[in-house]
């Protein structure tokens, strides 16, 4: 992750941002995960220091730290979808210049998690169970959407060994550290110390945990003292908690 940054940024009226920690109670102050930037004064500034992907703020613009690209901001708007096809390129593109001949990847569903308003005014994600007809409705969504099947023919200046010090620099560049399956196939197409080498991995951990993890902290903005839109406050209402399923055959 970005260090040092906020991860949510939003756009409100001057006055709005300048006073809402004196409108706010105690206990639902904003961390420094979250700044309230003036639409009147900070635009420039912000567009001209960050990559913006989703357009120029407006008032009442929600924005989320890229969790793979440095300096990078994304209009919340973007979505769900935008942050599964982000990771999804990133485990394939990994796969690619490891040599992987095959790349067969899955999305699925596993459960959901919902907003709830607790008796002292704090707000909190609890675990549900989907109703059969939601869940077999976002299975079906996450197949259609991202279920690929790809075959690669590797060139004859494919080279493993510069490869493998471009993949971890790569989880580097990206922030990707804490991607355990993605460092272990790394490490396993490595044969120079073990002699052995990797022919086949199957991949499979949540992919949405970054963006879940966005929406949770963003979900302090659902208080009055804040003009959000209704889209947006739709959004942080649910959490889909999914996993990506890829295998890889070298």
Do not use: W
């Amino acid at each position: 992750m970005n260090e040092q940054i906020p991860e949510i940024i939003l756009f409100q009226k001057d006055e709005n941002a300048l006073g809402y920690k004196y409108q706010l109670p105690t206990k639902n102050q904003l961390s420094s995960s979250i700044e309230v930037k003036s639409i009147d004064y900070d635009v420039e500034d912000f567009s001209q220091n960050f990559e913006l992907i989703g357009g120029r703020p407006k008032e009442n613009s929600v924005y989320y730290l890229h969790p793979y690209r440095k300096n990078t901001y994304v209009h919340e708007s973007q979505g769900e979808n935008y942050f599964i096809a982000e990771k999804i390129a990133l485990y394939r593109k990994i796969g690619f210049y490891l040599g992987a001949k095959k790349i067969d990847t899955k999305i699925t569903f596993k459960k959901e998690k919902r907003l709830i308003t607790n008796a002292d005014g704090t707000i909190s994600y609890n675990l549900v169970d989907a109703e059969i007809k939601i869940k077999t409705e976002k299975e079906e969504k996450y197949k259609e959407e991202y279920e690929i099947h790809e075959d690669v023919e590797l060139q004859d200046n494919f080279d493993l060994k510069k490869n493998l010090m471009d993949c971890r620099k790569f989880i580097k560049d990206h922030y990707l550290g804490h991607e355990t399956e993605l460092l272990s196939l790394i490490d396993f197409r490595d044969s120079s110390e073990s002699g052995v080498l990797l022919t086949k991995k199957n991949v499979i951990t949540e992919i949405t945990s970054e963006y879940n993890n966005l929406l949770e902290i963003s979900a302090k903005l659902s208080s009055p003292v804040f003009s959000v839109s209704t889209n947006f406050k739709s959004k942080i209402e649910t959490l889909n908690i999914v996993n990506i399923d890829i295998t890889y055959n070298f």
